[in-house]
């Protein structure tokens, strides 16, 4: 009994070690986990070795971005779309009747209101994210606490300012500063290199589409978003 006992530990310990071998091997040579040692990032140096910086990133990730955005400019600019308004009064409790968003995301968009207006004069935007989907928003008016839902989500995130009504969903430094991202893609797992950023105008508590007018909308994230 002792003799096939110790036989099992010796097949188990055979089995373990090529399984190993065979790992790290997949390791460097695989789609999942490829090979970094030509990696640079965009401040010149390799990435630290060790624990997950080993198969992380995507070592011609940095090039593609380079390739795909690197000549391409903004549709529009915050100075280009101005709000000529400071806001200094007291900022609004929540409403919570206003919206399902300022139920459901209470404790997310109250944490918001207290860092103060960041959109087009007296407006807080909050943010928040969904791992496989991405970043979401919503717009609160600081006057009256009423909460407007965004129905968009963002692949690397969004770029918003308290002195303009504009706001950019996946700007293009953001997408191009993404370059040591997991395989290459975004947060909701779409390739980099397949994103575009989209410009929105704010008026009269909704969101106008500005750019681009021939390429689809971020996706609706109404599954995450709905009552």
């Not at 986990?33 to 390799?46: A, E, L, R």
């Not at 011609?60 to 795909?68: I, M, P, S």
């Not at 953001?174 to 980099?192: D, M, R, T, V």
Request: glycine residues 8%; negative net charge.
């Amino acid at each position: 009994m002792k003799k096939i006992f110790a036989s099992l530990l010796v097949a188990i310990a055979v089995a373990m070690v090529f399984y190993i071998s065979v790992w790290n091997n997949k390791r460097g040579s695989t789609g999942v986990y490829p090979d970094t040692s030509t990696y640079v990032n965009s401040t010149g140096k390799k990435p630290e070795m060790g624990g997950r910086d080993n198969y992380d990133y995507d070592s011609g990730c940095f090039n593609k971005l380079q390739a795909t955005f690197g000549e391409m400019k903004p549709v529009a600019t915050f100075e280009q779309h101005p709000v000529d308004e400071s806001f200094t009064g007291a900022i609004a409790s929540l409403d919570l009747s206003s919206s399902f968003i300022a139920r459901r995301f209470k404790t997310m968009i109250s944490g918001a209101l207290s860092d103060g207006v960041n959109f087009a004069g007296h407006y807080i935007i909050a943010e928040w994210g969904f791992t496989g989907v991405g970043g979401v928003l919503a717009v609160v008016d600081a006057n009256d606490g009423k909460v407007y839902p965004f129905p968009y989500v963002a692949n690397v995130g969004f770029e918003y300012g308290s002195d303009s009504n504009l706001l950019i969903i996946d700007p293009i430094d953001y997408i191009k500063e993404s370059h040591n991202s997991f395989l290459c893609a975004a947060l909701s797992g779409q390739p980099l290199t397949e994103i575009r950023p989209h410009y929105f105008l704010w008026g009269n508590h909704t969101f106008k589409s500005l750019d681009p007018k021939n390429y689809p909308p971020p996706k609706t994230d109404q599954d995450h978003l709905a009552p």
